[in-house]
């Protein structure tokens, strides 16, 4: 089912929903059962409302916070952007981060014990002059950048 790639991921085991961090969610939503069930297994959702609250600096506490010492496995949506910034993707929706608020929470997360990382959801046949991949490719410099400063790796 689309839009469920965590619960789908909790269900096979494959991730601990107690260290599970959701940054950004945003829009209209016609039932909040996708939202109440990841609450219920232990998931942090912060909707853009908390981010903006908070700020990207107490969002990147909160990460730490949600994911201590463990090894995590970043995923970044292209969607978390705004559609100014990201309008190649399959939802693009209004009221996400900009490019700078982006490159600071990816830079925030230095310190966290990274296994690995994606970057999802551009969609090149929507791309308006190319703008998704570009910033899709700032951002995963961005978390390459991350992923080279672990613990091991060979420099």
Known sequence: MHGTPFRRAVEAGAIDPRRTIQIGIRG??????GWD????????????DEVEALGI??????AHRVVADEPCY??????????????GTGTPEAGGFTMREAIRLVR?????????ADLVEVSPPFDIGGVTSLHGATLLYEI??????QP????
Do not use: K, N
């Open 37 to 48: 069930y990841s609450r219920e297994q232990g998931m942090r959702v912060v909707f853009m």
């Open 144 to 149: 390459l950048c991350l992923l080279a400063c």
């Open 152 to 155: 091991g790796i060979r420099r």
């Open 28 to 33: 209209a939503q016609t039932s909040c059962e």
């Open 108 to 116: 925030g997360l230095h310190g966290l014990q990274l296994v690995g």
């Open 57 to 62: 600096e107490g969002i990147i506490r909160e």
């Open 74 to 87: 970043l995923s970044f949506d292209i969607d978390a952007l705004d559609p100014v910034f990201a309008p």
